[in-house]
């Protein structure tokens, strides 16, 4: 039995998760958390073998999540599952230590196979984002966005959309003033002094269509 920790803000996840696990008979969800702060709390008080998380989580992102518990070194397989196929974050994922990166909109076949392979410690993609990082050319990880942290580039594509600060602060359940600082860092960090440049410059980096 694999014992199974689940960290998403969304409880309709969760349960569609827990029961699309725990309906195999192979995999056991000892705890479920809505945030990485508890996840990683949970992760180090029971000691799951496999981590599922979300991507964009409110404060800690999946990321972070990763890296800490990587960094920890307690042993736990970490798998992200993701609306975003597209960027840097799949690739800086696995850099950090995740050792499977699936969509959400992936069939249920596609999950369980994944969360096995990753549950056995071996590296599992989605189709769609195995072929983009095969495809990404030399260089690629030069970026400039791969300067950014998670939260910054959620900022960027909200921003990309055309989204106020105060709708981009509600979604990401932050105050108007991080969402303001968060902004300026990034603009700094990229060197560009408009949302204009920067909309250009993140569809030049397929960070946006």
Do not use: W
């Not at 479920?32 to 998380?53: H, K, N, S, T, Y």
């Not at 850099?95 to 410690?121: M, N, P, S, T």
């Not at 939260?151 to 055309?162: T, Y």
Request: aromatic residues 2%; proline residues 4%.
């Amino acid at each position: 039995m694999i014992d199974v920790l689940l960290i998403d803000d969304h409880g309709l996840v969760r349960t569609g998760i827990r029961m699309l696990l725990e309906g195999t008979g192979d995999f056991n969800v000892v705890a479920e958390a809505a945030d990485g702060e508890e996840g990683i709390r949970l992760a180090r008080q029971l000691a799951p073998d496999l981590v599922i998380c979300d991507l964009h989580l409110p404060g800690m992102s999946g990321l972070e999540v990763t890296e800490r518990l990587v960094r920890a070194k307690a042993g736990q397989k970490v798998m992200i599952v993701t609306m975003q196929e597209e960027g840097p974050l799949p690739r800086r994922l696995l850099h950090a230590g995740a050792l499977g990166y699936v969509a959400k909109a992936c069939a249920h076949e596609e999950f369980l196979r994944a969360a096995r392979e990753v549950a056995q410690g071996r590296r599992y993609l989605s189709a769609e984002i195995a072929q983009r990082l095969a495809l990404e050319p030399p260089g690629a990880e030069q970026s400039p966005f791969d300067l950014l942290s998670p939260r910054e580039l959620e900022v960027v594509k909200m921003l990309c959309q055309g989204k106020r600060g105060a709708d981009i602060a509600e979604t990401l359940h932050l105050s108007p003033k991080t969402v303001s600082t968060h902004k300026q860092r990034l603009l700094d960090k990229l060197g560009v002094e408009d949302v204009v440049t920067l909309s250009r410059l993140a569809s030049q980096h397929g960070i946006v269509a």
